[in-house]
């Protein structure tokens, strides 16, 4: 009878017995595709607005619309996405974000499904407010600085704003029809929030973490379990990599512009504490 070798073993023509290795990989294989696909989730930041630039806080005013720039870094942000296979795009309602949203969509036959759980925090009568004067003018700003999650009437708390933004998270990795490839334009608080739910850091001390204008974040999410954190703030041109020039007192803040939006914590002399400046 002939005989022949196959993989440095002989054998008499017959499949040879499938080792435990053999069975574990098909097991593991099969498991895979039973099992409900991922999500990519892309947090996208709106772009630059007219607030921003004057450094005003918006919260959910209405009629805050992006810039001549803040278009511009919304193309670019769409640019980067463009080869990804995009199957859902939700936005925040408020205008600036929808203006965003609008330019990712672009030739892509997508709707833009819009989920207030994702707008910007409430920061009620402070809304319209130049930080800086706010902060000189009303004694209850730089304590909610100190401390977000004891907010005056009227004003949202960090963990409000993150509870909302995070149920809609929850629905979006438990609908199998948003597809694998979802898009959701908020602003710099929510996805602060966000990214900090998923990482373990409390609501009161999201605001460690940076979120430029037109900025990608990006999770990967089952329908169970921790998602995995992927990359924060991302954008084509970061601007943590251009030096600033400090302005006369020596404030370099001052001079940056910021990125003021819904919870902006800005240094001033009455709050020498409040080191951040957020949106």
Not at 33 to 62: C, D, F, I, M, S
Not at 184 to 191: G, L, N, R, T
Not at 246 to 255: E, F, I, L, S, Y
Request: glycine share 8%; with cysteine; proline share 8%.
């Amino acid at each position: 009878m002939r005989s022949d070798t196959q993989d440095g073993r002989e054998h008499n023509g017959a499949e040879p017995a499938a080792t435990p290795a053999d069975v574990g990989a098909e097991a593991a294989a099969s498991a895979d595709a039973a099992a409900p696909p991922r999500k990519l989730l892309l947090l996208v930041r709106h772009g630059e607005t007219t607030y921003n630039v004057e450094r005003r806080l918006p919260g959910q005013l209405p009629g805050v619309s992006l810039t001549d720039e803040g278009r511009r870094q919304a193309l670019r942000a769409a640019v980067a996405l463009g080869g990804l296979p995009l199957s859902a795009i939700v936005s925040s309602p408020l205008e600036r974000a929808c203006a965003t949203a609008e330019i990712i969509a672009r030739g892509r036959g997508l709707p833009i499904r819009l989920e207030s759980g994702l707008m910007d925090t409430d920061v009620g009568r402070w809304a319209g407010w130049v930080v800086d004067d706010l902060a000189k003018a009303d004694p209850e700003w730089p304590e909610f600085v100190k401390n977000p999650d004891n907010p005056p009437a009227g004003i949202e708390s960090q963990s409000g704003v993150m509870a909302r933004a995070v149920e809609v998270i929850e629905r979006l990795r438990r609908e199998p029809e948003v597809g694998e490839y979802v898009v959701a334009v908020a602003h710099a608080d929510v996805i602060k929030l966000i990214v900090a739910h998923y990482t373990g850091v409390a609501a009161s001390e999201a605001q460690r973490i940076h979120i430029a204008n037109a900025s990608i974040s990006a999770l990967r999410i089952a329908p169970e379990g921790a998602p995995s954190v992927l990359g924060v703030n991302w954008t084509s041109t970061p601007d943590w990599l251009t030096p600033r020039p400090a302005t006369q007192d020596g404030d370099v803040r001052k001079a940056t512009g910021g990125e003021v939006e819904g919870f902006a914590l800005e240094r001033s002399a009455a709050t020498p504490d409040a080191t951040r400046a957020a949106g």
